[in-house]
């Protein structure tokens, strides 16, 4: 098989490097890709968005499976347009249709999905500029902190979480009327906050099928103790410590079989990638949101724990066979931590020359770097990903800091409390 992976990230390095494991493989390609890509694949000069020029990529390389890495051609149609062009149909683009992708592309749509479903969630209203005033009033109805979330898609920018009422509704008219937001400000869902711990569960799917991947927990602010600004991901770890088999089953029954179940029900013939972004309150979990690809830096440690060939579970999936597959996973643990560029989320220079060592127990992903001549440069906010296993998180964790000490560059910057909350609650995980 001929594959081509849309994207440049930790998550698309972690697939590719994957997927060139499989001996199902003739051909692998990843556009744009990084210089970790390039490794494993061969890297094409693609934009995702640019639906044209990746087809005909596809046609005059005789791809047969695409897999697109991140949200964005999905939720914009690269799977309709596929389908909408006759000499495209034998291509197999593991990803959602639009339609389907809409659980990650409108908050809006995923709450009524869940609403229907009866699946748990946030409670919430959702208001548009003519509703403002009514909006005013649910808010004041509400506990702080308030949770406004622009309804499309904000690049992970849509999300904001106030303490004062006040702040919140001024943030509310920047959101409704002053379009502060792009597009996505169209609408605002406004919901309850809910105070847990976040996890997240991944499924795979060919539309009648679906089986679970390991979950994970990703450490998404900058600083250590989780402070400071958001960021793309600094860390992972999978297994999660707290799931344990009472949380995974309330996983599955009250979030994981019920959305198959409301997606059948809908007729919508989801394929692909389901990532559950949750919360445990008191040990019972709640959907933050849908997300229609795999997680980035997640991707990062439950790909390394898939014993599986994946593009074997993608070839079944593609004759919605997924039920034959048999899918085996190392009980291992895997953590993964983020070497970034100083300065990120901020503003932060580029083109820094790396020193990446062979260590036999690290995979490293690339997210930003490219390469130049023989040399890999950094090229982006997030730079590399160290990725290890241990036979808990802690001797992972020891390797994964042994990798992310390895690599040089100037201006590394990487938080050293990847997984301590973890262990602070379960003394020897
Ligand atoms: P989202 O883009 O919906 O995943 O939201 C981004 C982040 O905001 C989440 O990962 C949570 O940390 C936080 N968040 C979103 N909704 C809520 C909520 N209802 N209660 C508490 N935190 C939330
Ligand atoms: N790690 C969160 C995400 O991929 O959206």
């Not at 990062?300 to 599986?308: A, D, F, G, T």
Request: with cysteine; net charge negative; glycine share 10%.
């Amino acid at each position: 098989m001929v594959v081509l992976i849309l994207g440049s990230g930790g998550r698309e390095h972690a697939l590719a490097w994957k997927i060139s494991q499989s001996d199902k493989l003739t051909k692998l390609f990843v556009g744009p890709g990084n210089a970790g890509t390039s490794q494993v694949a061969d890297n094409v000069s693609l934009d995702a968005g640019n639906f044209k020029a990746v087809a005909s990529f596809c046609l005059d390389n005789e791809v047969n499976i695409l897999i697109p890495g991140s949200e964005a051609p999905l939720v914009d149609g690269i799977v309709d347009y596929f389908e909408g062009h006759s000499e495209l149909n034998h291509i197999y683009i593991f990803g959602p249709n639009k339609a389907c992708a809409e659980l990650e592309g409108s908050k809006e749509f995923a709450k009524v999905f869940m609403q229907d479903a009866n699946i748990p969630t946030a409670a919430y209203r959702s208001f548009g500029p003519d509703t403002i005033e009514e909006a005013y009033d649910f808010l004041a109805d509400l506990n702080p902190p308030y949770v406004l979330k622009a309804d499309g898609l904000a690049a992970g920018k849509g999300v904001v979480i106030l303490d004062e009422i006040e702040e919140a509704k001024a943030t509310l008219r920047d959101m409704l009327l002053d379009e502060k937001f792009g597009n996505a400000g169209a609408r605002v869902v406004i919901e309850e906050f809910l105070d847990g711990i976040e996890f997240s569960v991944f499924a795979i799917t060919d539309g009648e099928n679906y089986a679970l991947l390991p979950e994970a927990k990703d450490y998404k602010r900058i600083g250590e103790g989780d402070t400071g600004l958001n960021t793309g991901g600094m860390g992972a770890v999978s297994p999660v410590p707290f799931v344990d088999a009472t949380l995974m089953e309330k996983v599955r029954s009250r979030i994981v079989q019920p959305t198959f179940d409301q997606l059948r029900k809908r007729d919508m013939k989801y394929v692909g990638f389901v990532f559950f972004g949750l919360i445990s309150v008191n040990g019972d979990p709640f959907v933050i949101e849908y997300n229609c690809r795999m997680g980035d830096p997640e991707t990062e440690v439950v790909i390394p724990r898939l014993k599986s060939d994946l593009l074997e579970l993608v070839a079944l999936s593609r004759n919605n066979r997924l039920n034959e597959a048999s899918i085996r996973f190392d009980q291992r643990s895997c953590t993964t931590v983020f070497a970034v560029s100083g300065g990120y989320p901020g503003s932060y220079p580029k083109g820094k020359m790396m020193n990446i060592p062979q260590l036999d127990d690290v995979m490293y992903f690339h997210a930003g770097t490219k390469s130049e001549g023989n040399d890999v440069l950094t090229s982006g906010g997030r730079v590399i990903a160290a990725s290890a296993f241990g036979e808990n998180m802690s001797d992972a964790l020891r390797s994964s800091y042994s990798g992310v000490e390895a690599v040089q560059f100037e201006g590394k910057y990487f938080r050293r409390d990847i997984g301590q909350d973890l262990m602070a609650n379960n003394g020897n995980s």
